[in-house]
């Protein structure tokens, strides 16, 4: 990016990795940003909890696509290398089924042909074809709706034209896609949970989706030395390398506008004070829907045109600290469920706590020691649910009970006692994550991927209704996920950068 003629002030809602990222390419380009957070630290749901010599990650705890983060970091004479230490992480997960087996997830290919040998010869053959149509479907969406940031149908097939759509996997569901080349009922239900990355089902998102293993297969998976928030103080360090205000427990109360323009933002500061903060260009980290529910009070008639960007999943996250470590466990593990489709249907479709829920439980000292006092362990269990919603209006009490399923489970796939064994709890429902995060009803994962609905597109990044208003993070296109996040913020660093370059010719 080009250093603009005369600083223009951006205001950005939200100190998550998509309004950091946006800030600080903006800011290189000679931009006057102030970040405006609500809460105490950055990182928006990259977040953390230390108590009791426990270091609990309570967003994110995977780190895929390493090079989408290195435009953030690089120039200066700095690298990605000099914020954080990344550590591979192998198995990438251990899968746990009802009926005891055990498959772990490789990413040495020799290694997953050892572990699938038990299932017969074909196994390991239908695992490393599915691989290269995962890897068709990534180059496609890469080189074009991921590097460019397209935001909309009409873009999609003007950048790619219709023949090449075609090789785009995009009439099947993801589940259709992977039942017709995998007949292994365990590595089907593997494939089919790599939809967890973006809280959605794999009965309804598109097959194209199943891009998600490669994108953990071919580029590895990670782990941030010192725990996941080690990056939100990367973060943070850049900004203030970069130049940008960074204002913590400033609520932004609303966006303020003339006609179809943003003008700027009244605040409410750490001391209760209300201040009207001008700006050329408005980007919101917050959630396009409630963005536009509570900052801008937009008409029923412009809500109505964004229900087809529904909510993710949510879901109920427990944070434990053990007095022993339960030795079976590795850094990442999914309990399934019996019948994974019905828990897809019950969660997506019927909107209802499931009965037998696919957990994914985290334990990061198989990789990181620090993270639990000697001989303890730490470990994040988190199923997916429905998001709040009118319609099965579930209770604080409801979400307790589902809780004591979820440890039932638990206990009787392995973790044997596993409640005489915490020493610190720290329980979320839907209802803390909303209020937190100011998530649209209690979403983890930003806008649902639903073939139907939106085609797995989310809202463009670029408000229709205001010319110098922009969106980021996990409710506008690319979609949810730290590198997905991540790089919704450079492209509308960009989208700004190419809007003030016209504006000056």
């Not at 074909?122 to 940031?149: C, M, P, V, W």
């Not at 797995?456 to 996990?474: C, D, E, I, Q, T």
Request: glycine share 8%.
């Amino acid at each position: 990016m080009s250093v603009i003629e005369r600083n223009k002030r951006v205001i950005v809602i939200g100190a998550g990795l998509g309004g950091m990222s946006a800030a600080i390419m903006l800011a290189r380009s000679g931009f006057e940003v102030t970040i405006l957070e609500k809460n105490t630290q950055v990182g928006g749901k990259l977040n953390q909890l230390q108590t009791e010599g426990f270091s609990f990650d309570l967003g994110p705890s995977i780190f895929t696509l390493p090079e989408i983060f290195r435009p953030i970091f690089e120039g200066d004479g700095k690298r990605l290398e000099d914020y954080i230490t990344l550590q591979r992480v192998d198995p990438q997960w251990r899968n746990f089924f009802e009926d005891g087996v055990v498959v772990n997830l490789w990413e040495d290919r020799k290694k997953m042909r050892t572990e699938l040998e038990a299932f017969g010869p074909h196994a390991f053959d239908e695992y490393k074809n599915f691989l290269t149509y995962s890897l068709r479907q990534y180059n496609i969406l890469e080189r074009g709706y991921l590097r460019h940031g397209l935001d909309t149908l009409l873009q999609f097939f003007r950048f790619y034209g219709w023949k090449e759509a075609r090789d785009l996997d995009y009439l099947r569901s993801m589940s259709d896609s992977i039942y017709k080349r995998v007949s292994n009922r365990y590595l089907r239900d593997i494939f089919e949970y790599f939809i967890k990355y973006v809280g959605s089902s794999a009965l309804d998102s598109p097959a194209f989706m199943n891009l998600m293993p490669t994108i953990q297969m071919e580029f590895g998976l990670w782990y941030v030395a010192g725990g996941l928030y080690q990056l939100g103080h990367a973060f943070r360090r850049r900004l203030e390398e970069t130049g940008v205000a960074l204002c913590l427990e400033c609520e932004v109360l609303r966006i303020d506008y003339s006609g179809s323009t943003a003008t700027g933002v009244h605040v409410c500061d750490s001391k209760g004070n209300l201040h009207t903060l001008p700006a050329d260009y408005v980007v919101s980290n917050m959630e396009v829907v409630p963005a536009m529910q509570r900052l801008i009070h937009s008409p029923a008639s412009t809500m109505k045109k964004l229900r087809r960007f529904e909510p993710s999943c949510s879901g109920i996250i427990l944070h434990l600290g053990l007095d022993r470590v339960y030795p079976q466990l590795a850094h990442h593990n999914f309990f399934y469920s019996t019948n994974l489709h019905e828990h897809f249907r019950r969660v997506f479709r019927d909107k209802m706590l499931p009965d037998d829920p696919t957990i994914y439980v985290v334990a990061p000292t198989r990789t990181d020691p620090s993270q639990a006092p000697p001989g303890c362990d730490n470990i994040k269990i988190l199923p997916h649910i429905p998001s709040i919603s009118d319609r099965n209006p579930y209770t604080r009490e409801d979400y307790v009970t589902f809780k004591e399923l979820c440890l039932d489970k638990l206990e009787r796939m392995g973790l044997t006692d596993l409640r005489k064994h915490i020493i610190v709890e720290d329980f979320w429902t839907p209802f803390d994550i909303e209020a937190r995060y100011a998530s649209n009803q209690g979403s983890i994962y930003g806008v649902v991927c639903d073939r139907r609905r939106n085609f797995a597109f989310k809202a463009p990044k670029r408000s229709p209704g205001f010319s110098n208003l922009f969106f980021v993070g996990g409710s506008v296109n690319p979609g949810a996920g730290m590198p997905m996040v991540t790089l919704s913020g450079q492209h509308v660093a960009r989208m700004i950068l190419e809007q003030t370059s016209k504006g000056k010719s």
